[in-house]
């Protein structure tokens, strides 16, 4: 190879050395700058490599967002080894299972959760650095990060990124969500999601500073509201929770980057934020954890109702039906996504050996249009689609015919089963504060703007959506709620 790898740490080396004493990572107990997150990752790699483990074992970890854990992921990459994040909330038997499957040579927790018979991960830390006296033992096309997915088929196993699309990956987050060095990264997701990438770790690429929180604090929300470049990615129930915290404002001073995801929301979500944070730059966009962040909407364009945007530079989309004949725009099919840093493939059982491209296409499993413009519309899962007395619903329309209700701030939709109709269309909504509106007025409104068999045979009024730990509209919980009510 005539030039340097493809290496996130290749990166962080250059910042320990240019930013150095510039602050990298803070959690609620302390900071480390860019020289002392390269000291302590480099304690990491050396007592991995002590330990025995070589280049290219799996080293899971079932850990909080902290400090240290940055430092246990970074030094994990330099030694060559793989990260395999893992949430620490699963049971220990789930937790064993995944870790079998993917075939994990060791695996660390810290005191929030994990396997006990686990090694804690403060004895990566605990001996110290001699300098950074050994080189590094990873190249660009290795793999770098074993992301868990269910995939398109709720099995668990994990998605391969190598460390030159992890690298593809953050710069693409970084050009298309404008990420500077002045950033002050708001970081409330969990570590074993790929949004590491699009907020973490892009902003170390960038040299910015990543504040690390378990939930929306007062500290974050002064970080939000302070006049330095700040941005933070959350769902909008996670959104509303900032806004409920910051007051109604408006709040002119204050200049965060706002990424929303995840949930469908109101078409007048992004009015709201851009009511309380005036100056605020407001993104959304589709992505999955096979192929990281393929669109986007910009700021400029965040109130003209494009969907999830179009694809970023670099990013091929079509979409297909169930034969896999491209479809024409505006017609609804399944969503097929090419990107430069998509994953290799999967890790665990039978799906690694599984092809998982059609033509250098991931099938997504979720369904959607582009319309004549080249934006994407999302219109649900394929497992999801309803099917009702013969006819196919799909849950994206109905729940966008809810959310053009004023009073309706979040919905969702589900098919639950049914002996006449074989499945039946069910409704949970979120309402805006001090709403009048009842459910009745909810399904008259669906009568005026969908087909009979589309109007939901019931909708239930709810506090909040449940969601996952990837941020995900949680369905099978919902489909619980739903048939506990």
Not at 52 to 66: E, R
Not at 270 to 296: D, N, S
Not at 400 to 429: F, I, K, M, Q
């Amino acid at each position: 190879m005539n030039r340097s790898p493809l290496l996130l740490s290749e990166v962080l080396r250059a910042h320990s050395v240019h930013r150095g004493r510039l602050p990298a990572i803070t959690d609620q107990s302390r900071t480390l700058t860019y020289a002392e997150l390269w000291d302590r990752s480099t304690s990491v790699r050396d007592q991995l490599r002590d330990d025995g483990y070589t280049p290219g074992d799996l080293v899971a970890v079932a850990a909080s967002g902290s400090v240290d854990h940055v430092c246990v992921i970074v030094g994990i990459l330099r030694a060559g080894m793989v990260v395999a994040p893992l949430n620490p909330h699963l049971t220990s038997r789930e937790q064993q299972t995944y870790v079998g499957r993917i075939g994990a040579a060791v695996a660390f927790v810290d005191t929030t959760g994990g396997d006990p018979s686990w090694r804690h991960f403060d004895e990566l830390l605990a001996s110290g650095s001699d300098g950074d006296v050994n080189p590094d033992t990873a190249n660009e096309d290795d793999l770098a990060i074993a992301f868990p997915t269910g995939g398109t088929t709720g099995t668990p196993k994990a998605a391969r990124w190598s460390h030159r699309s992890l690298v593809l990956a953050l710069l693409s987050s970084a050009q298309n969500l404008r990420v500077t060095p002045q950033h002050r990264e708001v970081y409330l997701s969990p570590f074993f999601h790929v949004t590491m990438v699009t907020g973490l770790l892009t902003t170390l690429l960038v040299g910015g500073t990543a504040s690390l929180h378990r939930q929306v604090d007062d500290d974050a929300v002064a970080t939000l509201l302070s006049p330095r470049p700040s941005r933070v990615f959350a769902t909008p129930t996670v959104m509303a929770r900032v806004l409920a915290m910051a007051g109604p404002g408006p709040h002119p001073a204050a200049r965060p980057t706002l990424i929303f995801g995840a949930a469908r929301s109101s078409a007048d979500f992004a009015k709201t934020l851009l009511t309380a944070f005036p100056a605020a730059q407001v993104f959304t966009g589709y992505g999955a954890t096979e192929f990281g962040a393929v669109t986007r909407v910009f700021p400029e364009e965040i109130n003209d109702g494009r969907g999830v945007g179009r694809p970023v530079s670099g990013v091929r989309l079509k979409i297909v039906d169930d034969s896999g004949a491209e479809q024409s725009a505006g017609t609804v099919g399944e969503i097929m996504v090419s990107s430069p840093w998509q994953m290799d493939g999967y890790l665990a059982g039978a799906a690694a050996d599984e092809p998982f491209t059609v033509d250098g296409f991931i099938r997504s499993g979720d369904l959607g249009l582009l319309d004549r413009d080249g934006y994407l519309h999302l219109a649900g899962r394929r497992k999801e689609l309803i099917k009702t007395g013969g006819e196919a619903v799909f849950p994206a329309e109905v729940e966008d015919a809810l959310l053009t209700h004023p009073a309706v701030a979040e919905a969702a939709v589900v098919g639950r089963p049914d002996p006449e109709w074989g499945e039946r269309v069910e409704a949970a909504v979120v309402l805006t504060e001090a709403s009048t509106t009842t459910v009745s007025d909810l399904v008259e409104h669906c009568r005026a703007n969908l087909a009979r068999f589309k109007v939901p045979k019931r909708i239930l009024a709810v506090e909040a959506l449940p969601y996952t730990p990837n941020m995900k509209l949680d369905r099978a919980a919902l489909m619980e709620v739903l048939a506990s009510c």
